[in-house]
Each structure stands twice: as structure tokens, then as C-alpha cells.
């Protein structure tokens, strides 16, 4: 016999009425989900003013709801909130909108591994702007420059579009400073109101309306402006995203998608590919100038080439497995939602059909139970010891699951690959203080700003 909700842990000090409310953090909630996962075991819950988030922190729990028969994605949280930035588009979609399987067919092609080969020299265009700029000025903002590299590779690849924020600058996009600006905005709130105490947070919520709805406003403008251009220009030869929403036909149905909806893609992809690629960037870049000695060793086994092609960056398997260990410890997406399609059963605790659940991935892809007693720990060769399929009993999900997730999982892990080869294949960098890695939310997590050297490897 399963238990019901009402008996699963919960962090200590529940008032009534409010609930858990002592133990909201609005600034770190999954880190501070993550700490009480340690305390409260593989599944918890927290309540605030009756509402009930179940958190699934545990691998084997975690493991159990990938199960697409059994387990669907949810649309809540701060994704229900970004809805009102990209409406339809494919993150933000309802999985029964026809919009979205019919987006999700004609972009799939686009980001196949094989697409790549077409962004390649786009992505690598950015590499060397950013070593460039490296080299002119080695005290580097890492946090700014990630920023500013990951718009740039999506400007350059899936739009054709240079967005002026590294490199030359001469008929880049207008306005991305105050796009990103705007952007920012809406994704803090997006992540902070969904953590918000009941009463303050709506006091919050009618407050920010009117700022939020010009930031809105403005991200549109600037997306729009994109897409545009694009029409203006009336070529048809594009191959990038921007090209393949535009011009192809759904195979399934022989529609193209509305231009509204093309708007709510770039926008989406904009947002949703910018700020997790920079987040693993940044813990990349930051374990690398703490540890010089592995930063020297993966510089050493054939980074040498220059340019790097796209076959070099396929084979550069050392580069992928450092990055899995950097999404395994930090998820950009530190969870997600998944909703139980029939009564299940997780850790003994009767979920209902409808009921939804949040998969801590974060807690999960550290739980020493299955990852061993230095789960807690940045080991730069654990995915190179250990392969992870699916038969373990390990918890790695960093992309999500199921028919949801991620589409730009090859984009992000190539452009990741290809910057991070660039850099340690001309740069030593160490960092300016021995900061600890300090991780902040805004619907992803990701580093609080820190400064590296950067020194050329040839001087
Ligand atoms: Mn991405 C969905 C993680 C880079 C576009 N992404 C997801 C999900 C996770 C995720 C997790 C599933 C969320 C959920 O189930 O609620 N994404 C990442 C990470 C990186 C990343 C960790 C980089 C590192 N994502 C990118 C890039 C793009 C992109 C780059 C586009 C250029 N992601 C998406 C889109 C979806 C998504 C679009 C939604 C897909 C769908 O629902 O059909």
C-alpha cells in the first residue's frame, strides 16, 4: 500500500496556512532543494499556501519518471511563465498544439550532428573573434564574454545575422544590448515569481506588470526585426534555421509555419540557447583555469590544429566527456517537470494521475548512492572511465527526456566543443582570485560573474 502526498517529507518549520515558507529561497530555490534532498531523502515535498511542489531528488526515483509510457512533460513553473515571452514556441509549446509537432519536424533536421557541418564555420567565426579579443586584452570578464559569444554563434548560425557583440561591428543587428537587457529581466522574473511567497510575490507580480510587459514588448521588436530582414531581402537560399522555418514545408501536413510563429522560434532559441551554453561554458572555463595541470593535458592531445574542422571537434571525444562531468555537476537546467500519465507509485508514495513532479536533476546527478562517495565532487575524467548508458543505475539527464527535449543538444555540445578547443589551444588562463564557484538562478543556473587571465600558450 503506497502512502498518500500528505505523508512525504518535508523541511522543518511548516507553518499553517502558509506552509513552508521559512525554507523558501526565491534567489537559489533548486540549490536549496538540493540541500534538502541530503536531508529529506529521494523524494520530498514543499508547500507554500496549499500549493504542493513534489521534489524527485534521488536517482532511482528519477530514473523511474524518464519512463515516457508512464511519466509526460509539464508545462508549469517558470516555463509557464516564459509562455508569455515565446508563446509557441517549441519550449514553451503545449505538447498537444499541433504548432509544436509541426515546428518540432521541420526544425529536427536542423539540428541534427549532421547540420553541424553547416554551422561549423559560423560557430568558428565566433572562436576566433573571442580569441582575438582575448588576446588584445587577457583580464577577461567570463561572464560577459560567454554572454556575448553564445547570442553571437546563434546570431551567425541559425540566423545569418551578427548581433555586434564581438568582432566587427558593421552591420551587425541594432539593439542587442538592450534586447539582452530585456531578456534578463524576463527570465529573472520568470524564475523568482514561481518561488515567490504567496501575497508578497502578487504585490511583486502587479508591481513588475508594466516594466515586464515592455520588456516583452522589446524582445519582440528585436526578433522581429530579424525575421524582417530576412523577408526584405528576399533570397531563399538561407540554410540556416532561419531558412528552414521560413521556406519548408511540414512533410507531415505540406504547412510552413506562421510567421508569428517563426518570431516565437527566434526568440525561443535566442533565450533558451544563449544562457545554458554560456552557464557551461562558464563551469568549463572555470575548472579549467583552476586546474592549469588538466587544462595543459587536454591542450596536449592534438588541439594543435588550426583552424579546428568539423571533424576534429566530432573526434575530440576528451572535450565531451569534461563537459558531461560540468553537466553533470551543474545543469544549466538544474530540472524538470514531468507529469505522472496514470497513478504511479515513486518511493512508496502514491502519485495520481495528473499529479506533477519536479525532477531535480541536480540532486540526482549527484546522488552518492549511485555516482560513489565523491558524487559531490568536479572530476575532469569520469566520463572517461565510465560510460553512462542506459542500463545504469546513474542519473544523467542534463537534456531532459522523452520527445521534449532539448533540440539543440548537438548545437550547444558542437559550439561548446569548438570555442572551448579554440581557447585552450591558445590560451593558459588561471583565475584572478581564488574564488569558490558561485552558482546563481534564473530559471537555469549559472556562475556568478568571475574574471580568468588569459596568456597565450605561443609567448
Ligand atoms: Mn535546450 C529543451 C537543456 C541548449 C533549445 N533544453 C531543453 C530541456 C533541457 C535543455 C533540460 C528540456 C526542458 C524540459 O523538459 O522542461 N539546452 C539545455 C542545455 C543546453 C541547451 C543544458 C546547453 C548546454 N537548447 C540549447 C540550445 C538551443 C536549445 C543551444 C537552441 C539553439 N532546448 C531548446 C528547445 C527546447 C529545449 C527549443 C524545447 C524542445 C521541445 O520542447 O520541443
Redesign the pocket.
Known amino acids: 500500500m503506497s502512502k498518500p502526498l500528505s505523508a512525504l517529507p518535508h523541511p522543518p518549520g511548516r507553518i499553517p496556512v502558509l506552509g513552508d515558507i521559512r525554507s523558501a529561497d526565491r534567489r537559489r530555490p533548486t540549490q536549496h532543494e538540493a540541500e534538502l534532498a541530503l536531508q529529506l531523502g529521494p523524494v520530498f515535498q514543499r508547500e507554500l499556501l496549499g500549493n504542493r511542489l513534489i521534489v524527485v531528488g534521488g536517482a532511482e526515483l528519477a530514473n523511474q519518471t524518464l519512463d515516457e509510457r508512464s511519466w509526460g512533460?509539464?508545462?508549469v513553473g517558470p516555463?509557464a511563465q516564459l509562455r508569455e515571452l515565446a508563446g509557441a514556441?517549441?519550449?514553451?509549446?503545449r505538447?498537444k498544439d499541433p504548432l509544436?509537432a509541426q515546428?518540432?519536424r521541420i526544425?529536427t533536421p536542423g539540428?541534427s550532428q549532421s547540420a553541424m557541418r553547416v554551422y561549423h564555420d559560423a560557430m568558428a567565426s565566433v572562436a576566433d573573434d573571442l580569441a582575438a579579443k582575448w588576446d588584445a586584452s587577457p583580464v577577461v570578464d567570463v561572464h560577459q564574454d560567454m554572454t556575448a559569444a553564445?547570442l553571437e554563434?546563434?546570431g551567425r548560425a541559425?540566423f545569418s545575422c551578427r548581433m555586434g557583440l564581438l568582432g566587427r561591428r558593421d552591420g551587425a543587428a541594432e539593439g542587442t544590448e538592450q534586447f539582452l537587457a530585456s531578456l534578463g529581466r524576463v527570465l529573472v522574473w520568470a524564475s523568482e515569481s514561481t518561488n515567490d511567497v504567496p501575497l508578497v510575490g502578487t504585490v511583486r507580480e502587479l508591481l513588475g506588470a508594466r516594466r515586464r510587459n515592455a520588456d516583452i514588448a522589446a524582445c519582440r521588436e528585436f526578433v522581429n526585426g530579424i525575421i524582417q530582414e530576412r523577408l526584405q531581402a528576399g533570397d531563399h537560399d538561407h540554410t540556416d534555421?532561419l531558412g528552414l522555418m521560413l521556406e519548408t514545408e511540414d512533410p507531415e501536413t505540406g504547412a510552413r509555419l506562421p510567421h508569428h510563429n517563426v518570431a516565437d522560434?527566434v526568440l525561443?532559441?535566442?533565450a533558451?540557447?544563449?544562457e545554458?551554453?554560456a552557464?557551461?561554458m562558464e563551469v568549463a572555463l572555470y575548472h579549467l583555469a583552476a586546474d592549469p595541470a588538466t587544462a595543459d593535458r587536454i591542450a596536449s592531445t592534438g588541439l594543435d590544429r588550426t583552424p579546428m574542422t568539423y571533424e576534429d571537434v566530432v573526434k575530440s571525444r576528451q572535450i565531451r566527456d569534461y563537459l558531461n562531468e560540468c553537466?553533470r555537476l551543474w545543469?544549466?537546467?538544474p530540472?524538470?517537470?514531468?507529469v505522472a500519465r496514470t497513478d504511479q507509485d515513486l518511493g512508496g508514495y502514491h502519485i495520481p494521475a495528473g499529479r506533477g513532479v519536479f525532477v531535480l536533476?541536480l540532486a540526482a546527478q549527484r546522488d552518492a548512492d549511485v555516482w560513489g562517495p565523491d558524487a559531490h565532487e568536479f572530476r575532469a575524467d569520469r566520463f572517461t572511465d565510465e560510460r553512462i548508458t542506459a542500463s545504469s543505475r546513474k542519473f544523467f539527464?542534463?537534456?531532459?527526456?522523452?520527445?521534449?527535449?532539448?533540440?539543440?543538444?548537438q548545437?550547444?555540445?558542437h559550439?561548446?566543443n569548438l570555442l572551448l578547443t579554440t581557447l585552450l589551444s591558445r590560451f593558459r588562463f588561471r583565475l584572478e582570485h581564488s574564488d569558490e564557484l558561485v552558482m546563481r538562478e534564473r530559471a537555469?543556473l549559472r556562475p556568478e560573474p568571475f574574471t580568468i587571465i588569459a596568456t597565450s600558450r605561443k609567448s
Open positions: 512533460r509539464a508545462l516555463l514556441g517549441l519550449f514553451t509549446a505538447s509544436w515546428a518540432r526544425l539540428f553564445t554563434v546563434i541559425g534555421l522560434q525561443t532559441f535566442l533558451a540557447g544563449h545554458t551554453t552557464a557551461l553537466l545543469p544549466p537546467a530540472g524538470f517537470f514531468r536533476a539527464s542534463p537534456w531532459g527526456t522523452g520527445p521534449r527535449s532539448c533540440i539543440g543538444r548545437f550547444a555540445m559550439e561548446a537555469t
